[in-house]
Protein backbone atom coordinates (compact mmCIF):
# COMPACT_ATOMS: atom_id res chain seq x y z
CA UNK A 1 0.00 0.00 0.00
CA UNK A 2 1.22 3.31 -1.10
CA UNK A 3 1.48 5.61 2.33
CA UNK A 4 1.13 9.08 0.43
CA UNK A 5 -0.21 8.94 -3.24
CA UNK A 6 -1.17 11.87 -5.41
CA UNK A 7 -2.61 11.35 -8.89
CA UNK A 8 -2.14 12.28 -11.69
CA UNK A 9 1.70 11.51 -12.47
CA UNK A 10 1.93 13.61 -15.48
CA UNK A 11 -0.60 16.40 -16.10
CA UNK A 12 0.01 18.69 -19.67
CA UNK A 13 -2.14 21.46 -20.14
CA UNK A 14 -2.44 24.86 -21.79
CA UNK A 15 -1.80 27.74 -20.60
CA UNK A 16 -5.05 29.08 -18.70
CA UNK A 17 -6.41 26.29 -18.43
CA UNK A 18 -7.49 24.86 -14.84
CA UNK A 19 -5.99 21.91 -13.20
CA UNK A 20 -6.30 19.33 -10.10
CA UNK A 21 -3.90 17.29 -8.19
CA UNK A 22 -5.08 15.09 -5.40
CA UNK A 23 -3.42 13.33 -2.63
CA UNK A 24 -4.38 11.03 -0.35
CA UNK A 25 -2.38 9.23 2.83
CA UNK A 26 -3.31 6.31 4.50
CA UNK A 27 -0.83 7.03 7.77
CA UNK A 28 -3.31 8.13 9.71
CA UNK A 29 -1.08 11.49 9.37
CA UNK A 30 -2.64 15.25 10.78
CA UNK A 31 -0.55 17.16 8.67
CA UNK A 32 -0.29 17.14 4.97
CA UNK A 33 1.98 19.67 2.96
CA UNK A 34 2.21 21.12 -1.09
CA UNK A 35 5.43 21.47 -1.99
CA UNK A 36 6.35 22.78 -5.61
CA UNK A 37 10.24 21.37 -7.01
CA UNK A 38 11.35 23.58 -9.92
CA UNK A 39 13.63 22.61 -12.62
CA UNK A 40 16.61 23.76 -10.15
CA UNK A 41 15.26 20.98 -7.97
CA UNK A 42 14.81 23.97 -5.72
CA UNK A 43 12.11 22.45 -3.27
CA UNK A 44 9.99 25.02 -1.91
CA UNK A 45 7.23 24.60 0.49
CA UNK A 46 3.89 26.34 -0.75
CA UNK A 47 1.20 24.99 1.87
CA UNK A 48 0.26 22.96 5.28
CA UNK A 49 -2.70 21.67 6.78
CA UNK A 50 -3.38 20.58 10.35
CA UNK A 51 -6.18 18.27 11.08
CA UNK A 52 -7.79 20.30 7.60
CA UNK A 53 -6.22 23.43 8.60
CA UNK A 54 -4.48 25.62 6.87
CA UNK A 55 -1.64 26.65 8.97
CA UNK A 56 1.04 27.65 6.46
CA UNK A 57 0.13 29.71 3.37
CA UNK A 58 3.65 30.74 1.59
CA UNK A 59 3.85 33.64 -0.75
CA UNK A 60 1.88 31.28 -3.34
CA UNK A 61 -0.39 33.13 -5.88
CA UNK A 62 -3.97 33.47 -5.09
CA UNK A 63 -4.06 30.85 -8.33
CA UNK A 64 -3.32 28.47 -5.86
CA UNK A 65 -6.20 26.78 -3.76
CA UNK A 66 -5.89 23.84 -1.48
CA UNK A 67 -8.55 21.88 0.11
CA UNK A 68 -8.78 19.45 2.38
CA UNK A 69 -12.53 17.66 2.93
CA UNK A 70 -10.95 15.50 5.13
CA UNK A 71 -7.05 14.94 7.13
CA UNK A 72 -6.22 12.18 4.87
CA UNK A 73 -6.30 14.33 1.77
CA UNK A 74 -5.05 17.38 0.45
CA UNK A 75 -5.63 18.31 -3.27
CA UNK A 76 -4.23 20.98 -5.11
CA UNK A 77 -6.37 23.20 -7.59
CA UNK A 78 -4.38 25.58 -9.75
CA UNK A 79 -6.31 28.21 -11.65
CA UNK A 80 -5.30 29.73 -14.78
CA UNK A 81 -2.43 27.96 -15.83
CA UNK A 82 1.38 29.78 -16.52
CA UNK A 83 4.11 28.39 -17.75
CA UNK A 84 6.07 29.43 -14.50
CA UNK A 85 3.98 26.76 -12.82
CA UNK A 86 5.65 24.13 -14.74
CA UNK A 87 7.69 21.91 -11.92
CA UNK A 88 7.18 18.72 -10.09
CA UNK A 89 4.46 19.08 -7.10
CA UNK A 90 4.92 17.19 -4.28
CA UNK A 91 2.06 16.38 -1.64
CA UNK A 92 3.74 15.23 1.88
CA UNK A 93 2.49 14.16 5.38
CA UNK A 94 3.67 13.79 8.90
CA UNK A 95 2.31 12.61 12.00
CA UNK A 96 1.90 15.95 13.55
CA UNK A 97 2.72 19.96 12.93
CA UNK A 98 6.02 19.26 14.44
CA UNK A 99 6.87 17.77 11.03
CA UNK A 100 9.45 15.07 12.73
CA UNK A 101 9.52 13.20 9.55
CA UNK A 102 7.63 13.93 6.61
CA UNK A 103 6.60 11.19 4.07
CA UNK A 104 6.41 12.56 0.77
CA UNK A 105 4.22 11.31 -2.45
CA UNK A 106 5.44 10.70 -5.60
CA UNK A 107 5.19 13.65 -7.40
CA UNK A 108 2.62 15.15 -10.09
CA UNK A 109 5.52 16.55 -13.05
CA UNK A 110 3.24 19.71 -14.60
CA UNK A 111 3.74 20.81 -18.03
CA UNK A 112 2.29 23.98 -18.77
CA UNK A 113 2.28 24.31 -22.68
CA UNK B 1 14.47 36.52 5.93
CA UNK B 2 15.49 33.37 7.16
CA UNK B 3 17.79 30.91 4.82
CA UNK B 4 19.25 27.36 4.45
CA UNK B 5 22.19 27.21 2.50
CA UNK B 6 23.87 24.19 1.13
CA UNK B 7 27.27 23.82 -0.21
CA UNK B 8 28.58 22.38 -2.81
CA UNK B 9 25.55 22.34 -5.41
CA UNK B 10 27.27 18.95 -6.95
CA UNK B 11 30.06 16.89 -6.09
CA UNK B 12 31.39 13.75 -8.55
CA UNK B 13 33.40 11.12 -6.46
CA UNK B 14 35.00 8.17 -7.25
CA UNK B 15 33.56 4.98 -5.66
CA UNK B 16 35.02 4.70 -2.52
CA UNK B 17 35.68 8.39 -2.12
CA UNK B 18 34.27 10.06 0.79
CA UNK B 19 31.58 12.67 0.40
CA UNK B 20 30.36 15.32 2.46
CA UNK B 21 27.43 18.19 2.36
CA UNK B 22 27.12 21.16 4.86
CA UNK B 23 24.10 23.28 5.56
CA UNK B 24 24.03 26.90 7.17
CA UNK B 25 21.48 28.92 8.41
CA UNK B 26 20.99 32.55 8.72
CA UNK B 27 19.35 32.03 12.20
CA UNK B 28 19.67 28.98 14.72
CA UNK B 29 17.32 26.31 14.23
CA UNK B 30 14.95 24.44 16.15
CA UNK B 31 16.23 21.44 14.71
CA UNK B 32 17.15 19.87 11.37
CA UNK B 33 16.10 17.24 8.95
CA UNK B 34 18.37 15.27 5.85
CA UNK B 35 16.57 13.79 3.05
CA UNK B 36 17.61 11.98 0.05
CA UNK B 37 15.98 12.14 -3.49
CA UNK B 38 17.32 9.14 -6.04
CA UNK B 39 16.92 10.65 -9.48
CA UNK B 40 13.19 10.49 -10.91
CA UNK B 41 12.13 9.95 -7.03
CA UNK B 42 10.90 11.69 -4.53
CA UNK B 43 12.65 12.86 -1.23
CA UNK B 44 13.27 10.22 1.54
CA UNK B 45 14.05 11.31 5.27
CA UNK B 46 16.92 10.10 6.25
CA UNK B 47 17.37 11.45 10.10
CA UNK B 48 16.44 14.72 12.17
CA UNK B 49 18.82 16.29 14.66
CA UNK B 50 17.36 17.96 17.52
CA UNK B 51 20.25 18.72 20.10
CA UNK B 52 23.26 21.16 19.53
CA UNK B 53 26.53 19.12 18.89
CA UNK B 54 24.45 15.70 18.45
CA UNK B 55 26.28 13.24 16.34
CA UNK B 56 24.08 10.62 14.32
CA UNK B 57 25.27 7.63 12.24
CA UNK B 58 23.57 5.13 10.35
CA UNK B 59 25.89 2.52 8.42
CA UNK B 60 28.34 4.81 6.25
CA UNK B 61 26.50 8.28 7.09
CA UNK B 62 27.27 10.32 9.83
CA UNK B 63 25.05 13.47 10.58
CA UNK B 64 26.17 16.18 12.82
CA UNK B 65 24.57 19.26 13.99
CA UNK B 66 26.62 22.39 15.45
CA UNK B 67 26.66 23.47 18.30
CA UNK B 68 25.01 26.44 17.75
CA UNK B 69 22.24 25.07 15.73
CA UNK B 70 22.96 27.06 12.95
CA UNK B 71 24.91 24.57 10.77
CA UNK B 72 25.05 20.57 9.67
CA UNK B 73 26.86 18.29 7.76
CA UNK B 74 26.15 14.81 6.46
CA UNK B 75 29.34 12.98 5.67
CA UNK B 76 29.17 9.87 3.71
CA UNK B 77 32.56 6.85 3.97
CA UNK B 78 33.37 4.95 1.08
CA UNK B 79 30.64 6.02 -1.39
CA UNK B 80 29.10 3.12 -3.44
CA UNK B 81 26.63 3.70 -6.59
CA UNK B 82 23.69 3.61 -4.37
CA UNK B 83 24.44 6.79 -2.61
CA UNK B 84 23.81 8.56 -6.11
CA UNK B 85 21.38 11.16 -5.34
CA UNK B 86 19.97 14.74 -4.31
CA UNK B 87 20.66 15.22 -0.84
CA UNK B 88 18.65 17.85 1.37
CA UNK B 89 18.81 19.63 4.12
CA UNK B 90 15.84 21.11 5.99
CA UNK B 91 15.14 23.33 9.08
CA UNK B 92 11.99 25.13 11.21
CA UNK B 93 9.60 21.79 10.94
CA UNK B 94 10.59 21.69 6.98
CA UNK B 95 9.43 24.92 5.93
CA UNK B 96 12.95 25.79 4.90
CA UNK B 97 14.54 23.40 2.71
CA UNK B 98 18.79 23.76 1.39
CA UNK B 99 18.58 23.68 -2.11
CA UNK B 100 20.70 20.22 -2.37
CA UNK B 101 23.57 18.88 -3.17
CA UNK B 102 23.94 16.81 -6.27
CA UNK B 103 26.40 13.75 -5.70
CA UNK B 104 27.29 11.38 -8.39
CA UNK B 105 29.34 8.46 -8.18
CA UNK B 106 31.61 6.77 -10.91
CA UNK B 107 32.38 3.43 -10.78
Known amino acids: DTAVSQTPKYLVTQMGNDKSIKCEQN?????MYWYKQDSKKFLKIMFS???????INETVPNRFSPKSPDKAHLNLHINSLELGDSAVYFC????????????FGSGTQLSVL | GQQVMQIPQYQHVQEGEDFTTYCNSS?????IQWYKQRPGGHPVFLIQ?????EVKKQKRLTFQFGEAKKNSSLHITATQTTDVGTYFC???????FGKGTKLSVKP
Open chain 1, 92 to 103: ASSHSAEAEKLF
Open chain 1, 27 to 31: LGHDT
Open chain 1, 49 to 55: YNNKELI
Open chain 2, 27 to 31: TTLSN
Open chain 2, 49 to 53: LVKSG
Open chain 2, 90 to 96: AGEEAIL
